[in-house]
């Protein structure tokens, strides 16, 4: 009899609570031997792990120290179970630019949307953190992306999305390409003050937008 699934993404969240490496790692494993959805561990696990972490974070009852064990411990169980993730090679080929906006590192939630972007088919190109704005314009035309994803955490980067938008505009590229946008201090509403398509509130919510984005 296998494990149950519930037992493991308990396990999972709490040694990303805890910031234990080789706990998140054995848990990973273990879900993996047991054929446990490797999306649902980390989604159900290791992401709810990280929330809490946040949670606690804002509480002041974490400092940096913590949340950067508790960051390494959900990267190390997420390279174990990426290589599982059922990709859905049904859809269409979309090409997808993805980053966090110059002057900001937090990239644990734009790992979890390419997460989700790759596990629906679609063909990620990540910048990765603290992206030079110009780059993505760049990267945009270079592989000739139907969608841009950029991902901010603090008001203080939130602008950096803007100036992308006004580049594309500037470039005479704005409608050749959809934008799309996300991180916790953004909103629906500024999304549209600024002149992007979308907004995401989470993770999971990203692949229904590239495809709306991308339907016509
Ligand atoms: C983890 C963390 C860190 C880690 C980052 C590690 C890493 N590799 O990412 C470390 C410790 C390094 C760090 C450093 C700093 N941090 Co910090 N950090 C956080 C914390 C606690 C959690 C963020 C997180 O990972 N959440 C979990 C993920 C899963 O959630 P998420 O990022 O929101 O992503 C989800 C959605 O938003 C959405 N999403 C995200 N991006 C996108 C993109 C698209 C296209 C879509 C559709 C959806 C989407 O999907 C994701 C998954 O569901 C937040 C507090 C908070 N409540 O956000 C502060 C916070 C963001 N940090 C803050 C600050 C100030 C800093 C520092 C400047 C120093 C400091 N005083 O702590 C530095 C330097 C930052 C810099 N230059 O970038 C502030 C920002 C305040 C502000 N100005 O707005 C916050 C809000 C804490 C606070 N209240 O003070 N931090």
Redesign the pocket.
């Known amino acids: 009899m296998g494990v149950d699934k519930e037992e493991v993404f308990k396990n999972l969240a709490k040694c990303v609570v805890d910031g234990d490496e080789e706990g998140a790692k054995r848990w990973a494993e273990e879900a993996v031997k047991n054929n446990i959805d490797a999306y649902e561990a980390i989604?159900k696990g290791l992401?709810e792990g990280?929330?809490v972490?946040?949670?606690?974070?804002?509480k002041g009852e974490?400092?940096?120290?913590e949340?950067?064990l508790?960051?390494s411990a959900m990267?190390m169980a997420v390279e174990i179970l990426k290589p599982h993730i059922k990709v859905d090679k049904t859809s269409k080929p979309i090409t997808v630019v993805?980053g966090?906006v110059e002057?900001?590192?937090?990239?644990?939630?734009?790992?979890?949307?390419k997460i989700?972007l790759d596990s629906a088919g679609f063909k990620v190109i990540d910048l990765g953190?603290?992206v030079p704005l110009s780059e993505f314009v760049k990267a945009a035309k270079e592989h000739g992306a139907e969608v841009i994803?950029?991902?901010?955490?603090?008001?203080?980067?939130?602008p950096g999305m803007k100036k992308v938008v006004d580049l594309l505009v500037s470039e005479g590229y704005r409608d050749r390409v959809k934008i799309?946008?996300?991180?916790?201090?953004?909103t629906m509403d500024y999304a549209k003050s600024i002149g992007a398509d979308?907004?995401?509130?989470?993770?999971?919510?990203?692949v229904g937008?590239v495809r709306s984005l991308t339907a016509k």
């Open positions: 989604m992401a990280m929330r972490v946040s949670e606690l974070y804002e974490y400092y940096v120290p949340v950067l508790s960051a990267n993805l966090v002057g900001d590192i937090h990239d644990i939630g734009k790992n979890l949307v989700m953190k603290d994803g950029m991902s901010a955490l603090m008001t203080t980067t939130m799309m946008i996300g991180g916790a201090p953004t979308s907004w995401g509130k989470d993770a999971s919510e990203a937008i």
